[in-house]
């Protein structure tokens, strides 16, 4: 994954992972390293040689100088991982020479990853986890969505509900592959594309889904299905919600059709 150098430097260690934002004044203890912030799920276990994924930082200033010490105590994590970095942390890291890097999605992290920071490139890398790169198309046509079910066949999110989706194969472009996969899984070849939407990442397992979604408007309710699929239905985009869908997908609608 690809960040923003805040303290060059190179790092590596297993993932402590908090979801919740971090102070460093009386979050953690700079004496033995231990996370103290009950709300964190990281609550009790020891920053000291970890890659610290979490957020954001908070708290008083004085946290930047509680980094510090911390670093000295030898109880500093290895590397930091935020999805923004405020200036406390910040600071901290450069007073404490702790390679860190921003603008990652720390959601991605797992406890206990094996995480190599190369703070100098902006570069984080989970080892032993794949990236694959797939398309979600989503059809609009009187106001309703298409969701398909997923069929035995497949090889992953069998039973659950999707849009039309598929594989970008390494000859394509995303936007070629959505027009592919719309053909093959749909027998559609004839839908308007309306929009697209940024890149959505989404961690199953040892995988990251990294998802590129397009809308199209469909002129027909007759969708020709092919093995992936058993059933099908036109919802209402309120009513996704109760059906039991591939990891994102809600999101991903509400992305396209807010625009």
């Known amino acids: 994954m690809k960040g923003r150098r805040i303290k060059a430097g190179f790092g590596r260690g297993k993932a ?3 979801t919740v934002p971090l102070s460093f004044l009386g979050g953690v203890d ?5 996370v103290l912030d009950p709300e964190s799920e990281a ?3 020891s920053v000291s040689g970890t890659v610290l994924c979490f ?3 908070k708290g008083s200033t004085v946290g930047s100088y509680s980094m510090y010490q911390l670093k000295l105590n030898g109880e500093g994590p290895a590397a ?3 999805w923004s970095a405020e200036p406390i942390v910040a600071t901290g890291a450069i007073m404490a020479e702790i390679p860190m890097v921003d603008r990652v999605d720390v959601a991605l992290f797992r406890k206990d990853d094996d995480i190599i920071v190369d703070a100098s490139e902006g570069t984080v890398e989970i080892v032993g986890v794949e990236e694959r790169h797939v398309v979600t198309n989503i059809l609009l046509r009187k106001g309703k969505v298409l969701l398909l079910r997923r069929s035995d066949s497949v090889g992953s999110f069998r039973g659950k509900w999707a849009g039309v989706s598929g594989f970008i194969e390494a000859h394509e472009g995303a936007e070629e592959a959505a027009r592919r ?3 093959e899984e749909a ?5 308007k594309l309306l929009r697209s939407a940024e890149t959505e990442r989404f961690r199953d397992g040892q995988i990251v889904w990294c998802v590129h979604p397009f809308l199209f408007e469909a002129k027909s309710a007759s969708i020709k299905m092919d093995w992936e699929h058993q059933a099908y239905e036109w919802v209402a985009q309120e009513d996704i919600g109760a059906y039991p869908t591939v990891p994102g997908l809600q999101k991903i ?3 396209l059709l807010e625009k």
């Open 16 to 18: 402590l992972v908090s």
């Open 43 to 45: 609550a009790g276990e």
């Open 80 to 82: 930091i991982v935020n």
């Open 181 to 183: 996969e719309l053909a």
């Open 187 to 191: 027998g559609l070849i004839d839908a």
């Open 253 to 255: 609608v509400c992305k």
């Open 30 to 34: 700079p004496a033995t390293g231990k």
């Open 55 to 57: 957020p954001y930082g």
